[in-house]
């Protein structure tokens, strides 16, 4: 394989996976994956038929105009937005440079543009998989850069024999490792920038409004039914880490990730009043203060990873004390949902949240029937038009009670024990759905269970509202850290008590419907750790990480440096005759290693051995012929010339030139050089 041909095939590659990382980041469609391929593989065609007879150049102008026209007209008419009209001239200008490739500089300059492939990929996309694409095109364009050069001034010199192409261009050579060598420097200074140089926050594209997939099922209400087809939705949309303070955060009881809050129903949709949202203030340490702490649970700290959703809701553990984000601002409202208008963007923020103990602290003792002291009482007791054995039914499981919290218990464990969780829901009367669910069929998704405990709530009295949220997801050991799916969307109840005010109820038996269903695997596990890390470590590398990272590196450093001074105080009382003695013994071991270890010699030996002779040492080897650790280059000669005849013109020539370049200090001319690749590739072949 000829320098120019492996340097037409490395900037063909290098242009196939700038358009990986395109696909990769929603940029270029199946549709347009295609018509790259066919478009590379007819410039590729063009390229080879132009290397034995001429090409027409109204061909190649026919092709250029038509695809200029295509541009054009996506670029006015066609294009969702700016950012895909602007890929798909970058892919006109790359392939036009293919196809009218008339000179080296036609490919560097391909090459070139397809970074701005690479580019253009890297701000629509958080996938992990692109850092395998970017360490491939990292490879290829070093790759691409030395290999012009080679053939640029293997051009220029009229020769086409350099010591960087004399092995070929296989895994083996030194251009590879050459290569291999220079794109690991280049990623190392690369990340070492990317550690160092100062965040200044994300970036917005006035181009593109959507940064990344939205993933449509949870919604800003919850209708019944409508969780049936989000359920199975295996896709990861949160990821929640605890500080290594917390132990044990799996074995943490009742956890679940509170998003919206829903005061109003219909008879089939809980939704949200008009809500009246306030901006949280930011306090000096850069955090939002969201409520007062009560000190009755646990004070923990999470910190989240949020795919977009569809919703604006910010997602935490109740009760949420604290919350820090780096975002303009941060809104409450009178039901205690949190949310933030960057509802378009993946977001990282951290959650103090007070979680919940049962019993919940400050119950007073409170006359039955209610007494609720609660402002806006009507607003969560409000009902649509029910059947009366509803409201029966909810007498009778109250039945007894001597205070609100108690008849909570009792509606909470009559739905838990006496009702089946299932995800196959289908209608089977006429009747509107909570009645069917608590008279007919009597099983259901979560959302059934909520929405009715609610129901029987307000129907003896209890202020209720249906909140929509998470599960706590499945526990990640790798990561240490939940990974929330979209099938673990979850809607409970919260009922207002005179004392503690709101509490968490959730009468869905869905945990112990779901142990069926098994643990993910641990290749599964592995894969999320490695994405919640690309996400933590790099999409999310915030100039606050950089300031800890800083810190953490001084405070090792003056550890180190006060571990040295005590080293050297240490030190200071041992005898000096002690350390010149070691010092001595250290130096003549060193010596001796050097001077006996095993292939000394032969190392010695190889100094100054020209790399043609080297390298016909290997191919001798590889058929069976070694030299001797006393045997002269000439003696070598005449026994591989009388064992294997074939060989002894080429050996004959090659130990010439070595014992000339070796011991005459001689230079070979062009011609030598090429005798003696001629020479070479006689020992290589078969």
């Given amino acids: 394989m000829s320098a120019l041909f492996a340097l037409r095939l490395i900037t063909y590659l290098l242009v196939c996976a700038g358009g990986a990382a395109l696909a990769l980041a929603g940029l270029l469609g199946p549709v347009g994956g295609a018509i790259l391929a066919l478009a590379l593989t007819g410039s590729w065609v063009v390229d080879q038929v132009r290397d034995r007879m001429p090409v027409r150049p109204i061909f190649v102008w026919a092709l250029v105009v038509a695809a200029a026209v295509a541009i054009a007209l996506d670029l006015l008419y066609l294009a969702q937005n700016l950012l895909d009209g602007m890929v798909h001239l970058l892919l006109f200008l790359i392939l036009m440079r293919l196809f009218r490739r008339r000179s080296l500089k036609d490919l560097r300059d391909a090459g070139f543009l397809s970074f701005f492939m690479l580019v253009a990929a890297s ?33 220029r010199a009229k020769t086409g024999v350099t010591d960087l192409t004399a092995g070929g261009f296989g895994p083996r050579s030194l251009l590879f490792r050459i290569s291999l060598a220079a794109a690991a420097g280049t990623f190392a200074l690369a990340g070492l920038m990317f550690f160092i140089i100062p965040r200044v926050g994300q970036a917005t594209l006035p181009f593109r409004a959507e940064l990344g997939k939205r993933i449509s099922g949870f919604t800003d209400r919850v209708e019944l039914g409508a969780y049936g087809e989000i359920e199975t939705d295996e896709t990861v949309v949160m990821r929640v880490h605890f500080p290594e303070r917390v132990k044990d955060p799996e074995r943490l009881p009742s956890l679940r990730w509170r998003g919206l809050a829903f005061d109003r129903f219909d008879g089939r949709i809980w939704e949200a009043s008009p809500r009246r949202r306030g901006l949280l203030r930011r306090d000096p340490s850069g955090e939002f203060r969201v409520t007062e702490p009560r000190g009755a649970g646990p004070l923990v700290r999470q910190e989240i990873f949020l795919d977009p959703i569809g919703v604006d809701a910010v997602f935490a553990a109740p009760r949420a004390v604290r919350i820090q984000m780096q975002v303009g601002a941060v809104g409450l409202d009178e039901m205690g949902s949190i949310t933030t208008p960057a509802s378009s963007a993946r977001l990282q923020y951290s959650v103090d949240s007070e979680l919940e103990v049962t019993p919940p602290p400050g119950l007073r003792a409170a006359a039955w029937p209610v007494v609720s002291q609660l402002p806006e009482t009507a607003r969560y007791l409000q009902l649509p038009p029910l059947p009366d054995r509803i409201r029966a039914l909810a007498r009778e499981v109250t039945a007894g009670s001597r205070s609100p919290y108690e008849a909570a218990l009792k509606l909470n464990h009559y739905l838990s024990t006496q009702f089946t969780y299932t995800l196959v829901l289908k209608q089977q009367t006429t009747l509107g759905p909570i009645e069917e669910f608590l008279f007919v069929r009597r099983s259901g998704n979560c959302e059934y269970f909520a929405a009715a405990m609610a129901v029987m709530l307000r129907s003896v009295g209890i202020p209720a509202r249906v909140i929509g949220g ?50 993910p695997s641990a290749a599964v596990l592995y894969l999320d750790a490695l994405r919640m890390r690309w996400y933590r470590y790099v999409v999310n590398w915030s100039l606050r990480d950089q300031v800890s990272m800083a810190t953490s590196v001084h405070r090792g450093a003056s550890e180190w440096r006060g571990s040295l001074l005590g080293w050297r105080d240490s030190l200071r009382a041992v005898p000096r005759w002690w350390v010149a003695a070691i010092v001595v013994l250290i130096l003549v071991a060193a010596w001796s290693l050097r001077r006996y270890a095993p292939g000394a010699g032969r190392r010695a030996a190889a100094a100054g051995v020209p790399r043609f002779y080297l390298q016909a040492l290997r191919a001798l080897a590889r058929r069976g012929f070694r030299r001797g650790s006393a045997e002269t280059a000439r003696e070598f000669s005449q026994r591989v010339e009388g064992a294997a005849p074939p060989f002894a013109s080429a050996v004959a020539q090659l130990t010439a030139a070595y014992e000339r370049c070796r011991f005459g200090e001689g230079a070979l001319s062009p011609e030598e050089a090429a005798a003696l690749d001629a020479s070479l590739a006689a020992l290589r072949r078969r």
Wanted: glycine fraction near 6%; charged fraction near 15%.
């Fill in 123 to 155: 701000v629509v996309t958080f996938d992990v998989s692109f850092l395998f694409v970017f360490i491939a095109f990292l490879l290829l364009c070093t790759w691409m850069l030395i290999l012009h050069h080679v053939v640029s001034e293997s051009e």
């Fill in 470 to 519: 998470f599960q706590r997801g499945e526990w990640n050991p790798y990561g240490a850290y939940f990974m929330v799916r979209m099938k673990d969307a979850h809607s409970w109840v919260e009922a207002f008590l005179d004392g503690p005010g709101w509490v968490t109820f959730d009468p869905s038996p869905r945990a112990a419907a779901e142990e069926a269903f098994g643990a």
